[in-house]
T-cell receptor, first 110, second 116 residues
Framework: SQQGEEDPQALSIQEGENATMNCSYK?????LQWYRQNSGRGLVHLIL?????REKHSGRLRVTLDTSKKSSSLLITASRAADTASYFC??????????FGKGTRLSVIA | DTEVTQTPKHLVMGMTNKKSLKCEQH?????MYWYKQKAKKPPELMFV???????INESVPSRFSPECPNSSLLNLHLHALQPEDSALYLC???????????????FGAGTRLSVL
């Protein structure tokens, strides 16, 4: 299966701290995306990193991709209570749709 | 407009009922998706429509019947569901690239379905 595995499954931090979530996958990919889901709501796309990229930034988000280790990390800096959500990595290959990882539940305590 | 609209937001149905979920987008996306999501689990792909044609059916039971009447609308018809079908049903859309849509997906807020 191509499905990603996020690590940790759950993370609880204080407001202002950084949060790091990791994602591992099994097959070669075209790109890797990160999505956020607030409780019981739809997913929101955060960032996409292509297989030939190693690092990407968007505001307080930093994503890295190591294709040799088949892993990615998402760093949220200076976290806020509003960042409390589930975060999913999603991978795709040329001929398959997105496959979502199991997700990390992040709690940011004010 | 980057919105995907799903109706209804909540649905309670009996096992003998017939109901439909509706999804609408006006972003000009030609790929649309249905996902099923159980609590604390990732979304599971059910169906993919590309250019209004069903391109992927992930071995979904026939009690779920998708329909794509036009490029903006996606329906999911439900009949004779089981209690284990209770879940959050998410619709998404994206541009189409290559054989299978692989670009950024835009999700609706979902329909919370309870089957009694």
């Amino acid at each position: 299966s191509q499905q990603g595995e996020e690590d940790p499954q759950a993370l609880s931090i204080q407001e202002g701290e950084n949060a790091t979530m990791n994602c591992s996958y099994k097959t070669s990919i075209n790109n890797l995306q990160w999505y956020r889901q607030n409780s019981g709501r739809g997913l929101v796309h955060l960032i996409l990193i292509r297989s030939n990229e190693r690092e990407k930034h968007s505001g307080r988000l930093r994503v890295t991709l190591d294709t040799s280790k088949k892993s990615s990390s998402l760093l949220i800096t200076a976290s806020r209570a509003a960042d409390t959500a589930s975060y999913f990595c999603a991978t795709s290959t040329r001929n398959t749709p997105l496959v979502f990882g199991k997700g990390t539940r992040l709690s940011v305590i004010a | 407009d980057t919105e995907v609209t799903q109706t209804p937001k909540h649905l309670v149905m009996g096992m003998t009922n017939k109901k439909s979920l509706k999804c609408e987008q006006h972003m000009g996306h030609r790929a649309m998706y249905w996902y099923k999501q159980k609590a604390k689990k990732p979304p599971e792909l059910m169906f993919v429509y590309s250019y209004e044609k069903l391109s992927i059916n992930e071995s979904v039971p026939s009690r779920f019947s998708p329909e794509c009447p036009n490029s903006s609308l996606l329906n999911l018809h439900l009949h004779a569901l089981q209690p284990e079908d209770s879940a959050l049903y998410l619709c998404a859309s994206s541009q189409v690239g290559g054989m299978v849509a692989k670009n950024i997906q835009y999700f609706g807020a979902g329909t919370r379905l309870s089957v009694l």
